[in-house]
């Protein structure tokens, strides 16, 4: 008695393949049966090697995108009485119809969305490991840095920076503390300083204490210790020759465009 075989066929990882094969072979009895794999398929040739492996009854699930490739895949099944199931082909059909457009059928997009994912996990993993100045060595390391003082949003936009791949070290301002050297030993184009009105701080902070159960703000919330932390700042960025941004009336997603704007043209100039 010949073996069933039930093999997949991918010009990819056949990751997709695999899912779906895993979903149908839940509802029949398939001990016995054989699941070979045969990923990265991308010629003829490889494919003619594939057939000539082969033995027994095989039916094929292929998510192979190339034309060309699939249609050869085909014929060689039907030469062998094989037969092929292009998982892609309903789906990619009815999304050409409804979406008016031809599918790309680009060898690796998935594998590219992958990559993508992958790279904004890093930056994640970056910002919060060079958050609120606690490794300064992050500066060199970084795309872009934010230096600030308190309360000027650097960790919701190093953040929101992150999902868009940059990544980002964050080092807050305090007068009495000496800034870290290593901001005198980059690019000042990849830093960014922001600033805020006094009065919108000043609302700022005072919610912030009320949240933390503070009534009364002391000096983190006055106007003297506010004007001083901002015109330590002003003169810091002076000195570096960094851009400012104002943060007072943006949000954080109209903050993150400013500063990819910025960097984006620093990149151009280079």
């Not at 039907?78 to 050409?96: G, H, I, M, Q, S």
Request: net charge negative.
């Amino acid at each position: 008695m010949s073996s069933k075989n039930l093999i997949i066929v991918s010009d990819s990882t056949g990751e997709t393949a695999i899912q779906m094969t895993n979903a149908i072979k839940v509802h029949f009895d398939l001990d016995g049966v054989n699941i070979l794999r045969y990923p990265d398929i991308l010629s003829n040739e490889e494919i003619d090697e594939m057939f000539n492996e082969l033995t027994g009854e095989n039916l094929i699930y292929s998510t192979i995108i190339r034309e060309d490739i699939l249609k050869y895949l085909k014929e060689k099944a039907l030469e062998k009485n094989y037969t092929v199931v292009d998982l892609f082909e309903v789906p990619l059909t009815a999304a050409e119809k409804f979406f008016n457009q031809k599918a790309k059928r680009e060898v690796g997009l998935t594998r590219t969305l992958s990559e993508d994912y992958f790279a904004k996990i890093e930056a994640l993993d970056f910002a919060m490991k060079y958050d609120d100045g606690k490794d300064p060595r992050g500066i060199k390391l970084a795309d872009i840095v934010l230096i600030g003082i308190s309360r000027t949003s650097k960790t919701p936009l190093s953040l929101n920076l992150a999902f868009k791949n940059y990544k980002v070290c964050n080092i807050p301002l305090v007068p009495e503390i000496n800034p870290p050297e290593e901001l005198f030993q980059v690019d000042p184009k990849k830093i960014i300083g922001l600033i805020i009105n006094k009065d919108k701080l000043n609302e700022i902070r005072n919610e912030r204490l009320k949240s933390m159960g503070i009534v009364s703000g002391g000096e983190y919330s006055s106007e003297n210790r506010i004007l001083n932390e901002l015109n330590f700042a002003l003169e810091l960025y002076e000195k570096i020759g960094c851009r400012v941004i104002d943060v007072t009336t943006k949000t954080i997603e109209e903050t993150t465009s400013d500063i990819i704007t910025m960097i984006d043209q620093k990149d151009n100039i280079n």
